[in-house]
């Protein structure tokens, strides 16, 4: 399965997926790993396994959807099928939704729909709750808002900061990531009115 990851910053789920496919656990293919942010650690991860990797500072356009096309355009021309965010702080538009209608995936740090957005661990330490974890879900035209596919629960401790709950939801995230994708290349992956099917193995 050929595939796109979009990060913007330590690129660890990047690394998880390079790790997965190293070890024959994952039958992908990583076409292009591309950033919004030029100095993103995730570049250094994929150049130092010989990976092709674009940057797209976001700065350089006035308009969202003129961003997305760039990334399209990279995309198309790399002839990636599933659309992989992992650490990918962007919001994306129609353009990059409208190229790849249900082959987009995202990874959050909470168990969505609790706790959307921007420093979700945070809310979890903040709320009070005594279970977290992560999501792997399709992207759609929400906020972290997309059909779930995958889902892991970690304990949150008394004594959790946004720090420490952190690390313990990534160790997760490095595991259902690589499992996700798995699904999409033997291809497990149906959706039923909204709802992800994953249909059994061969
Ligand atoms: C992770 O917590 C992920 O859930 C969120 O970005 C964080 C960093 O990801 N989307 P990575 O280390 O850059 O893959």
Redesign the pocket.
């Known amino acids: 399965l050929p595939i796109g990851v979009l ?10 997926i390079i790790d997965s496919i190293d070890r024959g656990r994952l039958n992908a293919d990583i076409k292009a790993v591309i950033s919004n942010v030029p100095d ?1 650690y ?1 570049l250094t991860r994929a150049r130092n396994h010989s990976l092709p990797t674009f940057v797209i500072p976001h700065e350089k356009f006035q308009k969202r959807e003129a961003f997305d096309e760039e990334v399209v355009h990279i995309l198309n021309e790399s002839g990636v099928e599933l659309v992989v ?5 962007r919001i994306i538009t129609a353009v990059l939704l409208d190229a790849y209608p249900g082959r987009i995936v ?4 909470a168990l969505l729909p609790s706790f959307r957005g921007m420093h ?2 945070r809310q979890a330490v903040d709320y009070g709750v005594k279970f977290s974890g ?1 999501t792997v879900h399709i992207v759609d035209s929400g906020v972290d808002s997309g059909p779930i596919i995958i889902q892991a629960v970690v304990p949150v401790l008394e004594s959790d900061t946004e720090e420490t709950l ?1 690390a313990r ?2 160790q997760e ?1 490095h595991r259902i990531y690589p499992q996700a994708i798995q699904f999409f290349a033997s291809e497990r992956i149906h959706l039923k009115n909204r709802k992800v099917i994953i249909s059994e193995g061969l």
């Open positions: 990060v913007s910053g330590s690129g660890s789920n990047l690394q998880a993103a995730a965010m992992a650490g990918f702080m995202n990874i959050h740090p979700a661990q992560c952190s939801i990534l995230e």
